[in-house]
T-cell receptor, first 109, second 114 residues
Framework: TQLLEQSPQFLSIQEGENLTVYCNSS?????LQWYRQEPGEGPVLLVT?????EVKKLKRLTFQFGDARKDSSLHITAAQPGDTGLYLC?????????FGTGTRLQVFP | EPEVTQTPSHQVTQMGQEVILRCVPI?????FYWYRQILGQKVEFLVS????????KSEIFDDQFSVERPDGSNFTLKIRSTKLEDSAMYFC????????????FGSGTQLSVL
């Protein structure tokens, strides 16, 4: 069974701080996706990483796929209150995604 | 941006009753999915649907669950005889194709089984 563990589970920081969220598995994934979910809404795709070692940037967000394609990280620079939400990693093909346990981020002004 | 639409947003039902959750996927999408999220737990895959048949389903998707695309626009999830443990947020999703294609999720239906 493929599992994705995220850490930390909860993160509360002040505006302007940097943070990193981790997504780890003992299994190899063909790709990993990162989603953000706000209360009462469905997950919204942020990025897909495919190649081991790949780094993608989305404004202040930097995503990295581990060389062995078993782990990924999301780094946010200078966090803002608008970054508050639940961040989910998900592995596998779109046909059957396996979601991680989630990291709930709260950014205080 | 186009949206996946789900109705109702909230559904309350008695244990043992049948419920139908409705979804209107994005119009040019061909692949359709149901996921669920029990409160405080992770999002779980239920079923994928393509070309009018189930392409993959999880262990959760037992005989009490069924999916249908009755009219070319709606995509429904039916739970025949609801159990307390079926209480969850149910998300419909769609994509143009499978593989690494972007998955669009609806806002979900919160199902409460009493």
């Amino acid at each position: 069974t493929q599992l994705l563990e995220q850490s930390p589970q909860f993160l509360s920081i002040q505006e302007g701080e940097n943070l990193t969220v981790y997504c780890n598995s003992s299994s190899v994934f063909s790709s990993l996706q990162w989603y953000r979910q706000e209360p009462g809404e469905g997950p919204v795709l942020l990025v897909t990483v495919v190649t081991g070692g790949e780094v993608k940037k989305l404004k202040r967000l930097t995503f990295q796929f581990g060389d062995a394609r078993k782990d990924s990280s999301l780094h946010i620079t200078a966090a803002q209150p608008g970054d508050t939400g639940l961040y989910l990693c998900a592995g596998g093909d779109t046909d059957k995604l396996i979601f991680g346990t989630g990291t709930r981020l709260q950014v205080f002004p | 941006e186009p949206e996946v639409t789900q109705t109702p947003s909230h559904q309350v039902t008695q244990m043992g009753q049948e419920v139908i959750l409705r979804c209107v996927p994005i119009s040019n999408h061909l692949y359709f999915y149901w996921y669920r999220q029990i409160l405080g737990q992770k999002v779980e895959f239920l079923v994928s649907f393509y070309n009018n048949e189930i392409s993959e389903k999880s262990e959760i998707f037992d005989d009490q669950f069924s999916v249908e695309r009755p009219d070319g626009s709606n995509f429904t999830l039916k739970i025949r005889s609801t159990k307390l443990e079926d209480s969850a947020m149910y998300f419909c999703a769609s994509s143009v194709r499978t593989g690494l294609e972007k998955l669009f999720f609806g806002s979900g239906t919160q199902l409460s089984v009493l």
